[in-house]
């Protein structure tokens, strides 16, 4: 079946490692008509570069993008065009699955957790204002439906993945309604779904938990705050950012990105590495059924990370991008 799809290839070392997975994709036969095209607009607004509305009708109309990384300036400048996308495809489910790949140096053996992040809310709202000078306000949106969607997600994923345990990450010991509606709309969800175990952890805890003891965890639902700390600290734990998938996902349309950002200290040297965002193309083949193509591509990638000859830099191998994507190609078993 051919599929078309949106290619954001981002910046940095977004289009390096990009080119690297559509590469990798096209030589594992599956069939793709990529649509690519610029996340952000080239036009300079008041408020800086805003997000494309042209990548946004692409997704809309093709349902399903693979993305790379873009900047965000820091304390000012325009606003996230990852959030924009996000928020504006209202993708509320984003997922990273941190899992251990052989021969990456780590923390922990037999890490196997999945992340469930509320993508839409929370302190993310971009609602802040100064009230009077030297003091600001930034407001933390929470509401029951999103917190109900993103629970009854998790709670799906769950069982359609054969997970045994949800725990919900919360403060609500001190944001009692903010943090206390969260976990009210998923205790309910919860409710439904006896045959999960649901657990509660308040979020400085399970920091601790989580370094401790990683393998306790099974599925991690997190409001949107505590869910981007909490899973870069857990790709921490498996050897970092550069090898964790990530998907954002809605009802109508879905978003596959790597969880890093742009590595201006490495763009256009060659050797930056795509796995992460090869990774989350797999979670994009399993998205668009093509199950077999995907499993081929992670047999291909563990083998070559086994064999460590051909890894990039961050994770201790000698090789560039193309040599890492060639040696996965090599590595993929017949059809
Ligand atoms: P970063 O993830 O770009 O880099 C952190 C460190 O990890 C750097 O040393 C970098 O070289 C290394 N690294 C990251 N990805 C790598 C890869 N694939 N291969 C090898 N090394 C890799 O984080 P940083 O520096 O905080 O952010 C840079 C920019 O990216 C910022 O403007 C930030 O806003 C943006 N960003 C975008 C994201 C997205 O588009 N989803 C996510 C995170 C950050």
Not at 127 to 149: D, F, M, N, Q
Not at 160 to 181: P, V
Not at 263 to 270: C, R
Not at 310 to 315: L, M
């Amino acid at each position: 079946m051919r599929h078309k799809v949106t290619l954001i290839p981002g910046e940095g070392i977004g289009p390096e490692v990009a080119a690297a997975t559509r590469r990798i994709l096209e030589a594992a036969g599956v069939q793709i008509d990529w649509e690519e095209i610029e996340g952000r607009t080239d036009k300079t607004t008041e408020r800086g570069q805003l997000v494309n509305q042209l990548a946004v009708e692409s997704v809309r109309k093709n349902h399903v993008a693979l993305k790379g990384p873009m900047a965000t300036a820091i304390a000012g400048g325009a606003p996230s065009v990852n959030v924009a996308l996000r928020k504006t495809l209202d993708l509320y489910a984003n997922l990273r699955p941190v899992k251990n790949l052989p021969g990456v140096k780590s923390h922990f053996d037999n890490v196997d957790l999945i992340i469930v992040r509320e993508n839409t809310e929370d302190l993310y709202s971009g609602l802040e204002h100064e009230v009077v000078p030297g003091v600001v306000e930034s407001l933390k949106i929470i509401t029951e439906k999103a917190s109900t969607r993103i629970g009854r997600f998790a709670f799906e994923y769950a069982k359609r993945h054969s997970r045994k345990r949800i725990h919900a990450i919360h403060k609500a010991n001190i944001m009692k309604l903010s943090d206390g509606l969260f976990l009210r709309s998923v205790r309910a969800v919860a409710a439904q779904f006896p045959e999960i175990e649901y657990k509660e952890l308040i979020v400085d805890n399970a920091c601790m938990q989580i370094v401790m003891d990683p393998q306790q965890f099974d599925v991690l639902l997190l409001p949107n705050l505590y869910g981007d700390v909490m899973s870069d600290l857990a790709a921490g734990l498996v050897g970092g950012l550069g090898v964790v998938p990530s998907a954002n996902i809605g009802d109508d349309c879905a978003m596959f990105e790597a969880v890093h950002g742009t590595a201006p200290d490495i763009a256009g040297k060659g050797f930056a590495n795509p796995t992460a965002l090869l990774m989350s193309s797999i979670l994009m083949l399993d998205h668009l059924g093509e199950r077999t193509t995907a499993r081929r591509i992670e047999v291909a990638l563990e083998k070559v990370y086994h064999e460590a000859k051909h890894t990039t830099r961050d994770v201790g191998g000698p090789a560039g991008t193309d040599e890492f994507a060639e040696a996965v190609i090599a590595a993929l078993p017949p059809k």
